[in-house]
């Protein structure tokens, strides 16, 4: 079945830096696409980041492009996000996925959702 599992949120200030984990278990998903996912109190979930199987490409939100680096080690069963200059609108738990494809993700391609990990921004 396999499981995805979202460590290093946490509370920061306003310019602060976190990286995110999303360890990977029970299965491989080298040959999936995986992203990265957001949802804020009172808000739907949102897509963030995501990168193919190979993290040759990536794509990013707007409103996190430039500030955030989603990457992958599928040595390490690990994905990745490096979240820069994080604004009070960042505030979310977030989610890792995994993909039914290789190339791309999104909500309804999503196979494998992990638990979330909460990221709090102070102004």
């Known amino acids: 079945q396999g499981q995805l599992v979202e460590s290093g949120g946490g509370l920061v200030q306003a310019g602060d830096s976190l990286r995110l984990s999303c360890a990977i278990s029970?299965?491989?998903?080298?040959?999936?696409?995986m992203g990265w996912f957001r949802q804020a109190a009172g808000k739907e979930r949102e897509f963030v980041a995501s990168?193919?199987?190979?993290?040759?490409?990536?794509r990013y939100a707007d409103s996190v492009k430039g500030r955030f680096t989603i990457s992958r080690d599928n040595a390490k069963n690990t994905l990745y996000l490096q979240m820069n200059s994080l604004e009070p609108e960042d505030t979310a738990v977030y989610f890792c996925?995994?993909?039914?494809?290789?190339?791309?993700?999104?909500?309804?391609?999503?196979?494998?959702w992990g638990q979330g990990t909460t990221v709090t921004v102070s102004s």
């Open positions: 029970g299965r491989t998903f080298s040959n999936n696409a």
């Open positions: 990168t193919d199987w190979r993290g040759g490409t990536v």
């Open positions: 996925a995994a993909s039914r494809h290789s190339a791309a993700i999104s909500s309804n391609t999503v196979t494998r």
